[in-house]
């Protein structure tokens, strides 16, 4: 849960659940005999029921992934994510492999391990064990490839703030994108991911499989989405490498995307449609609202809060435990 907004004896505040916490937030209300609604307009992130809704977290990326001075960038492809099967980073290594072999590109693979060790396992990859098998096929690799592509294994104290730990800090993440040029996503199915947003805003176009179900408003509005299937996967490279080349970001990405335009639409909405208007100038309004790191906070995963616990060895702010939501509300006003 996100406190977008306290509440105070002038006017309501507001709070973002998320779908994880969706489904016991009336049972955890019931238990303390308590009702928010009472002080707090609630919102729901991705929530699927008939709570108004807020963007998705891949709505509002930082304003320090564009950086639109760059003028030269390292890399041909990158990719960072949890290393799960479902994130196809098998076939991403494939494509870095291919593109090195046959157009002598360059490539940046940051794995981000899903379980911290085997003594608690969790996570897609409990044991480490899909992990392990990209790093033994990349050490397999003649010499002159692995030149030409670098892994990156973050380490898990490298983020104290994001409920993956071992993942590279939102700055460091925007170096990088900002040093590459094209960013490879192979997951099928629904992904409203906030990296590849991140990847766009910092002028990447995205290489992804043609069947994720997302980002629908860029890849029709845009020409920044190479996609591919599994037949076309390997021709597919030289197409987006021709792309990448030819290359100018639409505006319509920063509207979408951009934390300096998203945020102030989002607020004017819900400053309007409560009539904030009657309890409080609209300047003061923003100034009240926390949107500090909003694509983390409003998905829950953004660990500088109270309520934030170890579950297994990942830490999280989900809230779903009786204790968790204590401890949310004594945090209220």
Not at 81 to 91: A, F, L, S, T, Y
Not at 177 to 204: M, P, Q, T, W
């Amino acid at each position: 849960m996100h406190v977008l907004l306290k509440a105070t004896d002038a006017y309501k505040g507001v709070i973002i659940i998320t779908h994880a916490e969706a489904s016991k937030f009336k049972s955890l209300q019931d238990k303390m005999g308590i009702k928010l609604e009472d002080k707090y307009h609630i919102y729901g992130h991705w929530t699927r029921d008939n709570l108004p809704q807020a963007p998705l977290a891949m709505r509002f990326v930082e304003n320090f992934f564009y950086q639109p001075d760059v003028d030269s960038r390292e890399y041909d492809f990158v990719n960072a994510g949890r290393c799960i099967q479902r994130k196809g980073v098998d076939q991403i290594l494939t494509t870095m492999i291919n593109a090195a072999t046959n157009n002598n590109s360059k490539s940046c693979l940051v794995l981000i391990k899903d379980s911290y060790s085997n003594a608690k396992p969790v996570g897609n990859d409990p044991h480490g064990v899909y992990y392990k098998s990209i790093l033994n096929r990349y050490d397999t690799l003649k010499d002159d490839i692995k030149e030409r592509i670098d892994i990156v294994t973050p380490d898990k104290n490298n983020n104290k703030i994001f409920c993956y730990e071992n993942s590279l800090p939102l700055e460091e993440l925007a170096k990088l994108f900002n040093n590459s040029k094209i960013y490879i996503h192979n997951v099928r199915g629904f992904d409203e991911s906030r990296v590849i947003s991140s990847a766009l805003v910092s002028g990447c176009i995205v290489h992804c499989n043609s069947s994720i179900e997302g980002h629908y408003k860029i890849r029709k509005e845009t020409n920044s989405f190479a996609e591919y299937n599994d037949i076309s996967a390997l021709s597919s490279i030289n197409r987006t490498l021709n792309l990448q080349k030819k290359y100018q970001p639409s505006k319509a990405i920063l509207n979408y995307y951009l934390s300096n335009n998203t945020i102030s639409s989002f607020l004017k909405q819900i400053y309007d449609k409560h009539n904030y208007i009657e309890k409080i100038q609209y300047d003061k309004f923003v100034d009240c609202c926390n949107v500090s790191e909003l694509s983390l906070r409003i998905a829950s995963h953004h660990n500088d809060v109270p309520w934030s616990i170890n579950r297994g060895e990942l830490p999280t702010h989900h809230i779903t435990t009786y204790e968790q939501f204590k401890t949310f509300v004594n945090y209220l006003p």
